[in-house]
Each structure stands twice: as C-alpha cells, then as structure tokens.
C-alpha cells in the first residue's frame, strides 16, 4: 500500500514521531445531528457545490434561502462567512460549541484564531477540535500547521502524518514537505516528493513556505479547509 510505504520510509529518514504528550483521546459530542430531509440534503450539496467551484457569495445565497433551525445550515453559513472575512463567522461558530458540530465550531474558531495571528488561541480551539474529531484530517493538519509555526517539530510531523494516514491528504503531504525542508533535509524531502507523487509546483510552494518560516521569512499564507 502506498501510505504504508510512505510512512515506513518517513519513520526511517525522519526518526519515530510519537505523541509528545497530547492526549488524543476521542470525546464524544453531545448526541448526533438530526438528519436533514431530501429537499434540504439537496440544498446542502448545492451549497457545498458553489463553495467548492470557487462561487462563495452564491453559496451563502443558496443557504440563506434554507432554514436556520438546521444545524448544517449554520455550521455551513459560518464556514463561507468566515472565508469571506465577515465578522458574522465567530459569534456563528460560538453558537455550536457544545453541539452535534462541536468540533467543526472549534475548527472554525482556530482558524479565525489563526488568521489574526493569535496561535495561542489557535492552538487551544484545534487541539479540541482534534478530541472531538480525531479522525478529520483538515482538523489534524491545521493543528500541524500551528505546531509547525510554534516550532513543535516533532508534534507537527506527528499531526501531519496522521492526515496523510487518514485520507492521503494532499495538502498535509505538502506540509510535511515543508517540514523537512525546514529541517534542511532536502534528500528527505526528496523522497517523500517521489513517493507521494506530488507535483513540482506543490515541491515548490513547499520550499517557498519553508523559507518563509525561517528566521526573517515573511509568515506564510494558508490554505482555507
């Protein structure tokens, strides 16, 4: 298998990421989300459609146009709001803590966090997203990301590792390329490129994050979930 190989071979070249004490332990979210109809499941995956064709304001129309009272409808709201820079996300996202999408409002928050540049509160909403969902890799990424920026090597790889694991997560391998690149393991970082099959640009927006994450790099962008 592919990500078998792949993981063996980090582990050889890399040295074992362990679990540098966080305590992964799933937590349950309080009771399951009632399952939309027909007619709104549609509405939903039009939504999601336009969010994804890169059509935000009209994903935002089409899910305004469903009721409220569903709690994918909010969750959904929030995530495009949150894309588009409103101030509406955060007190959307706050709202569903404690509910069936406990661990997406958490994301949500960690990635606002983030995106002001306050990774202590990133960092505290997405190890508690991680809990809620150990098993989605965005979640599990964005984590590797803040470790990453913190300087958590080892706690980055680990993260990371766990996306790819998860769902041969594309932007998670890359992120893990930028890793070692860091690291200035670039025979490492070689490697991975050739197992993983990534692409020369993926290489290279790789190494042009690694600079940037070096001592006087500019931050670098990231990638919305």
Same mark, same amino acid.
């Given at each position: 298998?592919?990500?078998?190989?792949?993981?063996?071979?980090?582990?050889?070249?890399?040295?074992? %990421?362990?679990?540098?004490?966080?305590?992964?332990?799933?937590?349950?979210?309080?009771?399951?989300?009632?399952?939309?109809?027909?007619?709104? /499941?549609?509405?939903? #995956?039009?939504?999601?459609?336009?969010?994804?064709?890169?059509?935000?304001?009209?994903?935002?129309?089409?899910?305004?146009?469903?009721?409220? #009272?569903?709690?994918?409808?909010?969750?959904?709201?929030a995530k495009v709001?949150?894309?588009?820079?409103?101030? +509406?996300?955060?007190?959307?996202?706050?709202?569903?803590?404690?509910?069936?999408?406990? %661990? +997406?409002?958490?994301?949500?928050?960690?990635?606002?966090?983030?995106?002001?540049?306050?990774?202590?509160?990133?960092?505290?909403?997405?190890?508690?997203?991680?809990?809620?969902?150990?098993?989605? +890799?965005?979640?599990? #990424?964005?984590?590797?990301?803040?470790?990453?920026?913190?300087?958590?090597?080892?706690?980055?790889? =680990? /993260? =990371?590792?766990?996306?790819?694991?998860?769902?041969?997560?594309?932007?998670?391998?890359? #992120?893990?390329?930028?890793?070692?690149?860091y690291q200035d393991?670039?025979?490492?970082?070689?490697?991975?490129?050739?197992?993983?099959?990534?692409?020369?640009?993926?290489?290279? +927006?790789?190494?042009?994050?690694?600079?940037?994450?070096?001592?006087?790099?500019?931050?670098?962008?990231?990638?919305?979930?």
């Amino acid at each position: 298998m592919k990500i078998a190989g792949l993981i063996v071979g980090v582990l050889l070249l890399s040295g074992c %990421a362990g679990q540098a004490g966080v305590p992964w332990l799933a937590q349950a979210t309080p009771g399951a989300c009632p399952r939309p109809d027909s007619s709104q /499941e549609l509405g939903l #995956n039009m939504a999601d459609e336009l969010l994804a064709d890169g059509r935000p304001h009209a994903s935002l129309a089409h899910l305004e146009e469903m009721q409220d #009272n569903l709690i994918q409808v909010r969750v959904r709201k929030a995530k495009v709001l949150r894309l588009l820079g409103s101030s +509406e996300a955060e007190p959307l996202y706050r709202g569903l803590l404690g509910t069936c999408m406990g %661990a +997406e409002a958490e994301h949500g928050l960690g990635q606002l966090a983030a995106d002001r540049g306050d990774k202590v509160q990133a960092r505290q909403h997405l190890v508690r997203a991680a809990r809620l969902a150990p098993t989605d +890799e965005k979640i599990r #990424n964005d984590l590797g990301v803040i470790y990453l920026e913190q300087g958590e090597l080892d706690k980055a790889r =680990f /993260e =990371f590792l766990t996306a790819i694991e998860l769902k041969d997560d594309r932007l998670a391998a890359v #992120n893990l390329v930028t890793l070692l690149l860091y690291q200035d393991k670039w025979q490492q970082a070689a490697d991975l490129v050739s197992r993983l099959g990534l692409s020369a640009a993926q290489f290279s +927006e790789a190494q042009a994050r690694a600079e940037q994450l070096k001592p006087g790099g500019a931050q670098p962008p990231r990638s919305p979930s």
